[in-house]
């Protein structure tokens, strides 16, 4: 077996600000292999996009530090890289797409010359043949009558016609990682299914391994080989799409799964909210809006990751010596929530409120 393409190890980013300190990741670790998609899910701020634009150091930086932890790209240290290194990285092997296609895209010029430029700003090759490359990317993710379309400017083009230019641009280096954080959050339902498919494709044609962030667990059932699930900065559990969709084995991930449609006894959303992150809870991050916690969850660190199954990890007390986890596993979160009377997810009166959005 061959090491994995990136491996992220216990990272750790904060963020300094006025209010205190945000411990935004804290301590994650996934691995991404070559040729495969890890999806990336959990709530809105639980540092999803923290930790993938922590790998080629998008963070703004400060108020944000990299305060610990490994980025392994290749078997190299991305957190010990000059900015010099880090940007012939950026766009070249490691290429990020954002939520907006707008903010990727400079209006005053047309696409073409922007993925041209793209083109030459990591390979030695002639403005002509950067054109044709242009073009051949164009037509490939989906742009029709590329030939014709290559010196639009970028307000000519549709908000799903934008994000392709802005995929072809991403792929223009051809990376052996494509990062893409929401890509399809801002566009419809039919355009956000051709782009998922699009994704599909040109990974099987170029190889590359995708990061996929989303809080959409729809998306992550169209795309995914693995799962990240982060909550609080914090991975709660990892695994194959089967194993976390079939098996879900941490009370979050199985919280979250009872929000979607056709799932669990309905589709409210999980009640409480996200923990303030300058002040995260004793112990595992989620036991306040856990309807399983136990004097354990409440104290001490977050717990580690447990295996579950192979390749399969949950980060809870319950896979631990002294749990019976057939308490997780046997029964919907939902179910307990009706079995409790549905203390331990009351809604907060915080203004942090993250419910409702996300389901
Ligand atoms: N520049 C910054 N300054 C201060 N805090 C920040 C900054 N960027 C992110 N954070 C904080 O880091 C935490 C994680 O944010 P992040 O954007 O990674 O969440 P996310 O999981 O990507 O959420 P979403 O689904 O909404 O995109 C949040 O508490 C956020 O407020
Ligand atoms: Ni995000």
Known sequence: MTDPLLSIRELRVRFDTDEGVVQAV??????????????????????KTVACESVTRLIPMPPGEIAGGEILFDGEDLTEASEKRLESIRGGRIAHVFQNPQSALNPVYPIGAQIVEAIRLHRDVSKQAARDRA???????????????????PHEFSGGM??????????????????????????????????????????????????????DLGVVAEIADRVVVMYAGRVMETGSVHDVFDRPSHPYTKALLDCLPGQGQSMRPIGGTLPDLKQPPAG?????????????CRTGTHPELLPVGSGHDAACVYYGPGYDSTVIRGESVSESRAADGGDAVADSDSDHDTTGGDC
Request: hydrophobic share 45%; aromatic share 4%.
């Open 284 to 296: 595992c991050r989620f036991h306040p809006r856990c309807p399983h916690a136990t004097a354990d």
């Open 162 to 215: 934008k994000q392709r230019v802005v995929i072809a641009m991403a792929l223009a280096a051809d990376p052996d990682l494509l990062v893409a954080d929401e890509p399809t959050t801002a566009l419809d339902v039919t355009i956000q299914a051709q782009i998922l498919r699009l994704l599909r494709d040109l990974q099987a044609e170029f190889g590359m391994s995708i990061v996929f962030v989303t809080h």
């Open 135 to 153: 073009i051949d990317l164009l037509d490939r993710v989906g742009i029709p009558e590329a030939t014709a379309r290559v010196d639009d400017y």
């Open 26 to 47: 804290d301590g994650v670790s996934f691995d991404v292999e070559r040729g495969e998609t890890v999806c990336v899910v959990g709530e809105s701020g639980s540092g």
